[in-house]
């Protein structure tokens, strides 16, 4: 089935890195635009980075730039953040999720989510 | 760029209409097609339960419409029922640099 599994998440001091994967299955890879949208202990969900179907056009909001990178390897149908300079405020559960258009299309509707991991950024 | 605007809380009884505003600008509700609707139970990941204003993903009930008028978004949940509380966040794509922004959230409360 079509399935979205993250990792990577943890306990982190401030100023540190950490790099978050998502392994995707049941659907191609290849085709769909990815989104890492994160949701701090209660908060709302926050937009936090989206990248292409290749790879070629990456996004990410205001509150990461400079700092997060989204990648992907679709050979591995796999999507990555790397967070870089963590703080205490990037404390979220990170999800991630799937465009629902395929064939490299933007919908920025997110149709498939992971289950989220947990980064805790503390001293 | 701020969050668009949702309330904080609806409420309303088995079987009664509600609907959702999510308020924005012509930078983004306003001037695209791209709002999505996200329903999320406590712990849970979300579900998106309309797309580009008014289309509903296939499984979603029919009991959840969606429809845009100038800069504010609506999501209208028919015949309402215990299983339908939950949050319920708006998205719309934004011109901005941001390139997606999320509603602030409402909670629904099915008295």
């Known amino acids: 089935q079509v399935q979205l599994v993250e990792s990577g998440g943890g306990v982190v001091q401030p100023g540190r890195s950490l790099r978050l994967s998502c392994a995707a299955s049941?659907?191609?890879?290849?085709?769909?635009?990815m989104y890492w949208v994160r949701q701090a202990p209660g908060k709302g969900l926050e937009w936090v980075a989206v990248?292409?179907?290749?790879?070629?056009?990456?996004y990410s909001a205001d509150s990461v730039k400079g700092r997060f990178t989204i990648s992907r390897d679709n050979s591995k149908n796999t999507v990555y953040l790397q967070m870089n300079s963590l703080r205490v405020e990037d404390t979220a559960v990170y999800y991630c999720?799937?465009?629902?258009?395929?064939?490299?299309?933007?919908?920025?509707?997110?149709?498939?989510w992971g289950q989220g991991t947990t980064v805790t950024v503390s001293s | 760029q701020s969050a668009l605007t949702q309330p904080a809380s609806v409420s309303g009884s088995p079987g009664q209409s509600i609907t959702i505003s999510c308020t924005g600008t012509s930078s983004d509700v306003g001037g695209y097609k791209y709002v999505s609707w996200y329903q999320q139970y406590p712990g849970k990941a979300p579900k998106l339960m309309i797309y580009?204003?008014?289309n509903r993903p296939s499984g979603v009930s029919n009991r959840f419409s969606g429809s845009k008028s100038g800069n504010t978004a609506s999501l209208t949940i028919s015949g309402l029922q215990a299983e339908d509380e939950a949050d319920y966040y708006c998205?719309?794509?934004?011109?901005?640099?941001?390139?997606?922004?999320f509603g602030g959230g409402t909670k629904l409360t099915v008295l």
């Open positions: 049941g659907f191609t890879f290849s085709s769909n635009v």
């Open positions: 998205s719309s794509y934004t011109s901005s640099s941001t390139l997606v922004i």
């Open positions: 999720a799937r465009d629902r258009s395929g064939g490299g299309y933007w919908s920025y509707g997110m149709d498939v």
């Open positions: 580009e204003v008014s």
């Open positions: 990248i292409s179907y290749d790879g070629s056009n990456k």
